[in-house]
């Protein structure tokens, strides 16, 4: 997966065509259901859903990450790694390799990868290959040195407040950093596919020891009935509407990941619903027909210049060459990647999502009114 910027947005990703596409039979369509009617559902029913959803994440004060379980043992390195002031160094042991000189070592490295090689017996050995590092380096001030039995790589960061778990962008490192960049706030996923959405988000939450929450699950609680038999009986207005009072209430908590409803059944398929969903980082799952990632990348930025779909409104767009439960991961991490690149490319932007909460999310997102007004007056907006 590679990281592409995005016509306003500050990142895409695209996680490659490298499975093939499969229809999703967990997809809820409201296809049919349609009616002139729609009835509401009653106020008893939406103050339930408050508290429920209230119920399922805990205030702001009281909850706390949880911690990743994993039953498999974490893999070896052959390395040493340190995160110091403003640089991260390597060491390699070489001791069996009878490498005497720097001059038998050969580093090639840009601002985002590395390659170590050295000669032995007569050999060009590769001790070190990471594709893609951590996060860029000044890649012109990298020094290497030989100290007794160790080869010792320095790399000077460019982004030097940003702690490095490890040298490369797995999704260990991605799950372990991503929280110094989020500061708590809330990750929502949005898309097409209700299945899609909660695998992701699970995934995600799992990883960086968030609260996953799924919009279904407590619409399905309060109301006693599937997603599916709400729709057939009340039309997906109804639902709309049900998940955007949920979405209200889930707006004052922190590190939780939210999977919303897919489908015209979901608040995010309306414009005039993203009030609740500004509050956190939101992420578009988007199933792209395109053939390669340049394409994909294109693809999304005229989603989003058109305006014409109500998901460009989030945050970040991953792109996905069609769908397979056994790459969750993969798309997990192409959001987090995704994720990283947005903080780091507005540091004050988890600020302002604060400061959003913090005045109840009255919907004046990005352009942020001060204190004291009033969406429902008539007042222009003074801050554009």
Known sequence: MRIGAGANMAACSSVPCSFPAKPDPHRRSPSGILSSHLPRLPATQFRRLRSLSA???????????????????????????????????????????????SKDVFVDVDDTFLLIRAKSDGTLRTLMNVQTLFDRIKSSETIWFIDEDQLVVNLKKVE?????PDVDESWESLTSGITQLLTGISV???????HINEAVAKEIAEGIGYLPVCTSELLESATEKSIDTWVASEGVDSVAEAESVVLESLSSHVRTVVATLGGKQGAASRFDKWQYLHSGFTVWLSVSDASDEASAREEARRSVSSGSVSYAKADVVVKLGGWDPEYTRAVAQGCLVAL?????ADKKLAGKKSLYIRLGCRGDWPNIEPPGWDPESDAPPTNI
């Open 340 to 344: 990283k690149q947005l903080t780091l």
């Open 188 to 194: 929502h996923i949005v898309g097409d596919s209700t």
């Open 55 to 101: 119920a399922a994440s805990p205030p702001a004060s009281r909850l706390r990450p949880r911690a990743s379980v994993s039953t498999s043992p974490a893999p070896s390195k052959d390395y040493e790694f340190t995160d110091g002031n403003g640089e991260v160094e390597l060491r390699l042991d070489i001791q069996k390799l009878g490498i005497a000189s």
């Open 160 to 164: 030097q407040e940003l702690k490095w």
